[in-house]
């Protein structure tokens, strides 16, 4: 087997017992990386000689045996949407094109200091608005699967990474599927966290209450590592979770017998592709032979989910993107002779459609004589969307449902409709306005490309979709598959 | 005419917090004495992508001491929201204020209006939290900003519309500086800008209750361009009134140099700020013990002060009140008190006398006087112990304010001290006697009213240092015996 494409897992164990270094592993990627990457897209920056250095020193770590972490040694990227001191981070805008952060996101921090060896930044979808990464500023990144086709979105750089060999894992973010889609167009594992388990600090915000960083991995297992470092109480976000990080390998290995799996009827309707359905179904009798009890439960405000997330969205998006105004940072218009003009121009050159779409949306639904109508009975419906999911876990301990009703789409198939792309993300984002915690793992294949499905558990159970996925990965094997990519 | 109308009149003061650091990052949030500018900063206060804000609890405390002290009741839940504005001095595109559920609402203050010093109710409506803006300097065509300022805590205290006279709006003003200071949560230093004005203005027919359309003068920066653009918009809307027409609800500036207030924009042109609660900060719960513990230790405040001084120390109440609306006035005043063997009434008559000419014909504050307390209590002293007269520690006081020199050291180095011994007064006195016979002699016939001029003269030949006491029992011995020896 290639060195990049082994699991944090296997190449810890290789690491610890000296049989191959940090450096040989980093360059074996960066090899990997120079070979696919023309075709993938997945990178928008590549740091080859901070990436080399850090393996050196990861490797003093190990030959010393300090302070070695699960991650020591282990190469990952990082989304754009992340801040990395002194790295270029442009959040796939350009308005960002040459912005470099002063200061360090807690995760990537937290990663570093656990010995973890930083590669580059990921592509995205412009400020992480899309669901195709088709909105990247810079250009598209393709799905290893099928380079005709899209990796998903916004995190579809990292997927794409994480599957074709950039990498060993990746920091994605997810606001209303941004990891978890991704993840399953390209058959690998994505994890959006319970709301403030990991700190924002460093997220270049999208949706300030619905934004989550979290691990795009290979196994369920490597994704417990990574959560592993990156969650727990930043005194930088005041809304990260204070409630102690538990050991996620200890309960890795429970047995799932018993367990209750709640199967919400709003999420099996019609419309699924066949291939889609059929993988789900397979899954559903997998868990069954687990042990595991099955149950139809409800989740009865879901058809208001996709309606919450976005006036929510749109709103905290308008505000937040804000602070692009040419004048502390990014670029700025040159010429502009008036406060006004600095505005327009810097904006209007640097911010894309559906950027400006969506501020422009935000900016209306808050505005006065409007805000009750939308933002206010968003919020209100908010409560529901949250309840159900209170509910629901009252009868069941993990909701099952599909990622998406689809496979990977190709490029330019839904550009022009963005309701369309809109719809792409339906069973992903009532999780974000209920702060639930939910993990997108590999279950098949329909027509040769990937299909995901969604395990979802209450707020701070990410131990129990671990303990659920792992016991999945251990008697299946869909998530070994590697797309056939530049051979 | 304006006895025809009444003027409604509310107040928003926005004073600044002298807390350590900025109201949401660790910046020191002290900028005035900044080495030089963008040194206080930080990418949280410069609204980097990816910060967030962290509440600082000190600002809080603050602002709960200063509600308290105002009789506002807190709410037991308190939540930022976002004020949406462009500006090139607001960091972010939105400033992070309080609007539907701010620090403390309800409050009342009593404060003495006009000469008569009737005490007046004033009801505070809200008092909340919010950060400053940056500091904007024009330079040519060019513009500078300085973000030391950025992020200071701002207090906003908002008043009913509870004023009818420009008298009101004076003493209002200055009692909430006064227990500013009183807190120790604001230097009250009006020149650095600490405390800005906002009044809210309309007039209606005197006796009427309804509410006219108000205008309100924004950015007055001084207890002077408060009251005269106060005072200039009362007879402006009273003169249009007059004249058959309609006052417009607008913002106004008041133009110093011209002393005329100036239309900024109009209701059409008013902003919409797009208020909605602030995600990246969780709703903060106010403990009842924690506001209660606040209230224990608060410091004692004006009214208290001055009921204490009269009950304590027997002062009439017009001079306790003036002792008490200064804070520092008041603690200098206790400073002489227990080094001086003048009575409390005489030193509270010398403070409001000489001391408080001096501070108004200097335009100076009791922190610039340039002797300590002690000094003034010598100063007392020496009266007391007869070895200066009234008249020259008048003239040693002012001398105190030009060098700050201690009493007894001018007293020396000038000679002054009293001549209170009979060997050196009678010379003088048969002197003075030997060169105004006539005087003498009305006086032995009877006309006994011009023994105060002949007093007057010894005082003279002796530049005020006899002690008169001594001196009139002198004179009168020697002129009891004059008369003796004519009969
Ligand atoms: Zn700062």
Avoid at chain 1, 386 to 393: G, N, S, V
Avoid at chain 2, 399 to 417: D, T
Wanted: one cysteine or more; charged letters at 20%; a negative charge.
């Amino acid at each position: 087997m290639d060195l990049y494409s082994l699991t944090i897992t296997q190449a810890h164990e290789l690491l610890r017992q000296r049989k191959i270094s940090s450096l040989e592993l980093t360059q074996a990627v960066l090899e990997r990386i120079r070979e696919v990457d023309g075709q993938i897209g997945a990178y928008l920056t590549v740091t080859e000689g901070v990436a080399l250095e850090q393996a050196r020193q990861a490797d003093e770590r190990l030959r010393r045996g300090e302070r070695v972490t699960p991650l020591t040694g282990i190469p990952f990227g990082v989304k754009d949407s992340i801040v990395t001191e002194g790295i270029r981070t442009t959040c796939g805008s350009r308005i960002l094109e040459h912005y470099v952060p002063p200061y360090q996101a807690t995760a990537v921090r937290r990663l570093l200091e656990a010995g973890a060896v930083l590669l580059g930044k990921h592509n995205l979808d412009e400020f992480s608005m899309g669901s195709s990464t088709e909105n990247s500023a810079f250009f598209p990144t393709r799905n290893p699967w099928d380079l005709k086709r899209v990796p998903g979105g916004s995190s579809g750089g990292s997927a794409a990474a994480v599957a074709a060999g950039e990498c060993f894992f990746a920091l994605g973010g997810d606001t209303g599927g941004s990891i978890r889609l991704p993840a399953a167009f390209c058959n690998v594992v994505g994890l959006k966290p319970t709301y403030g388990r990991v700190s924002r600090y460093g997220l270049i915000a999208l949706a300030s209450s619905f934004d989550t960083i979290g691990p795009l991995t290979r196994t369920v297992e490597d994704a417990a590592l990574v959560l592993q470092v990156i969650a727990g109480q930043d005194a930088h976000d005041a809304t990260s979770l204070a409630q102690p990080v538990p050991d996620y390998a200890a309960q890795l290995q429970r047995p799932v017998k018993g367990l209750r799996l709640g199967l919400p009827r709003e999420y099996f309707v019609p419309g699924m592709e066949a291939g889609v359905e059929a993988a789900l179904q397979e899954a559903i009798r997998q868990f069954e032979r687990l042990g595991m009890e099955i149950r139809e439960v409800s989740l009865p405000h879901t058809p208001y989910a996709l309606a919450v997330y976005y006036l929510i969205l749109f709103a905290e998006a308008s505000a937040n993107l804000a602070r692009f105004d040419g004048v502390r940072f990014g670029s700025a218009a040159q010429q502009a002779q008036t406060i006004p003009e600095l505005y327009l121009e810097t904006r209007g050159k640097g911010f894309g459609a559906e950027v400006k779409r969506r501020i422009m949306l935000g900016a209306y639904t808050l505005s006065a004589g409007y805000y009750d109508a939308y933002y206010l009975k968003a919020q209100r419906v908010r409560t529901l969307l949250r309840q159900d999911f209170e509910r629901a876990f009252e009868v069941c301990d993990v909701l099952l449902t599909p990622v998406s009703p689809g496979v990977a789409f190709r490029l330019g198939e839904k550009t022009a409709d963005p309701l369309a792309m809109y719809l792409s993300d339906v069973y992903l984002v009532a999780t974000n306005p209920a702060g639930v915690p939910a993990l997108a793992l590999p279950c098949g294949f329909s027509e040769g490309l990937p299909v995901g499905m969604q395990l979802i558990a209450r707020h701070g159970e990410e131990a129990l979709l671990f303990q659920v996925g792992h016991a999945y990965q251990q008697v299946t094997e869909w998530h070994k598959m590697r797309p056939a990519l530049g051979r | 005419m304006e006895q025809k109308y009444e003027a409604v009149i509310g107040l928003e003061i926005h004073a600044e917090l002298q807390t350590r650091s900025k109201m949401f990052c660790a910046c020191p949030a002290d900028y005035a004495h900044a080495e030089s500018p963008n040194t206080h900063i930080c990418p949280i206060c410069t609204g980097q992508p990816g910060t967030l804000p962290v509440v600082n609890r000190a600002a809080l405390e603050q602002g709960i001491q200063v509600a308290l002290a105002l009789h506002c009741t807190i709410p037991p839940l308190n939540i930022f929201a976002r004020k949406n504005y462009y500006y090139p001095d607001l960091p972010k595109g939105y400033q992070i204020s309080q609007y539907e559920m701010p620090l403390a609402v309800n409050g009342w203050v009593e404060v003495p209006v006009g000469k008569e010093g009737t005490l007046q109710r004033i009801r505070i409506r809200r008092v909340h939290l919010e950060e400053d803006t940056a500091k904007l300097f024009h330079q040519g065509d060019r513009s500078l900003i300085d973000f030391n300022r950025a992020g200071v805590p701002l207090l906003e205290i908002v008043s009913e519309p509870d004023m009818h006279s420009v008298d009101a709006v004076l003493a209002y003003a200055m009692h909430i500086r006064n227990v500013l200071r009183y807190l120790g949560v604001n230097s009250g230093d009006m020149q650095k800008g600490v405390l800005r004005f906002e009044a809210n203005i309309s007039v209606r027919p005197a006796g009427s209750q309804e509410l006219r359309t108000r205008t309100e003068i924004k950015n007055l920066n001084s207890f002077r361009a408060l009251t005269r653009a106060t005072a200039y918009e009362i007879r402006r809307q009273i003169a249009i009134y007059e004249s058959g027409g309609q006052v417009l609800q607008e913002t106004l500036g008041w133009d110093e140099e011209h002393e005329v207030t100036l239309s900024q924009r109009s209701k059409e042109h008013a902003h919409d700020y797009r208020y909605f609660p602030e995600p990246d900060l969780p709703p903060l719960q106010i403990e009842a013990a924690w506001v209660e513990a606040l209230r224990a230790a608060l410091p004692e405040l004006p009214e208290a002060r001055r009921q204490r001084f009269i009950e304590a120390y027997g002062l009439p109440v017009a001079e306790a009140r003036i002792l008490t609306a200064e804070k520092s006035l008041a603690d200098y005043f206790e400073a002489v008190l227990p080094q001086t063997q003048a009575s409390p009434r005489e030193v509270s008559s010398w403070m409001i006398g000489e001391f408080l000419r001096h501070l108004n014909e200097r335009q100076i504050e009791v922190e610039a006087v340039p002797f300590p307390p002690q000094a003034l209590a010598e100063l007392l002293n020496l009266v007391a112990q007869r070895t200066i007269t009234m008249a020259t520690a008048k003239e040693v006081l002012r001398e105190m304010f030009e060098s700050g020199a201690m009493p007894q050291v001018i007293v020396e180095a000038r000679g002054l001290a009293q001549i209170a011994d009979e060997a050196t007064l009678m010379p003088l006195i048969e002197q003075v006697l030997q060169e105004n016979p006539q005087v003498v002699e009305s006086y032995l016939n009877g006309k006994e009213s011009v023994f105060q001029w002949l007093m007057g003269q010894v005082a003279r030949a002796t530049r005020g240092k006899a002690d008169p006491q001594l001196t009139r029992q002198l004179l009168q011995s020697r002129l009891d015996a004059l008369r003796r020896s004519r009969l």
